[in-house]
């Protein structure tokens, strides 16, 4: 598939989100999201770009500089998220119209690079968008064509002393036994944390390190209906957690380099993880009387490809990566 604009450098950088009618792709650019739309069999109905609006360190008229583009849904509802170094931008899916610009002020919005990671809790009705200071920006989300609007800003607790590292990524838990409201953080210091959001206020529930040498948490996955939490980090290192404890299953040396994307297909148990080493590789998970067990089942190399994201597309029968200053979703297909 051939994208406008080629995909910048970032994990997570191939964002998926299936709405039931219609498949939603959105690639991060430098200055714009590229966001296609396809239909049941994966082809496309219709691609354009997306730009930010002026967040007000660019000039009115300018675009400001995309640092992350996601698509989440939260109620009934499937979004188009923007982050910029001071505004969170909330469109509708398909990109055709603007519904918040939330914009950073005082001593948040000096900072570099505040915003990364977002997650929609659906039985919630919240958005939550990670900061460099380890908070989360928490949005109300009603159902149907109620505006959304920024109800906080609660702090996760990454650390138990000293500056609280950035929010690196975010997934919803409300699929795990945490349920509604939950969801885990990874940071760029290597920790994990679980939370539950309550009427708009944060309950750290536990904090784990995923490794001892401050390699940050990239990226996330779920299996086995949300009992296992899958962390990609940034040494190459898969770890996977039992949601309810933070319990420490698994360990696996999965890439020479950072791990940039990660999905599972719940169905199956089939994984998949990419990384900066140009290789992708596919993992079988399977819950063997409450043990998690991960085989190893494939690894390709893509020649030259500095992947930054992968996805299933119709269920697990085809799998979608991109790669750095590459125009092009590559498809692979099962054998």
Known sequence: LELYNSVSAGPESLQLLDSGECIFLACGHRSCANLLV????????????????????????????????????????????????RSAQFFDADGTALLLCHTLKGAAASESLPLRGVCGLAEAGLLCVGTASGELLIFDCPPGAAPVSHRGTQAVTSGSSGPAASVNTLTSLEASPIGSGGFAAGFADGAVCVG?????KVRLLSRVLSNQDGWPVNAFGLFNEGEFLLAGCGDGGLRAFQCKGMELVAEIGAHARLITGLDVCDKTGLMVTCSEDTSFRAWQLSDEGGNLLIKHLSCTVVPNQMLQGCAFLQSDRRLLTVAFESNEIRVFARK
Request: glycine residues 10%; contains cysteine.
């Open 196 to 200: 539950l959001i309550s009427g708009g």
């Open 38 to 85: 396809l239909d049941r069999r994966g082809q496309v109905l219709q691609q354009r770009q997306v730009a930010p609006q002026p967040d007000g360190v660019t000039s009115a008229g300018s675009t400001a500089p995309l640092l992350q583009c996601c698509l989440v849904s939260a109620s009934d509802r499937h979004f188009l998220v923007l982050l910029t170094h």
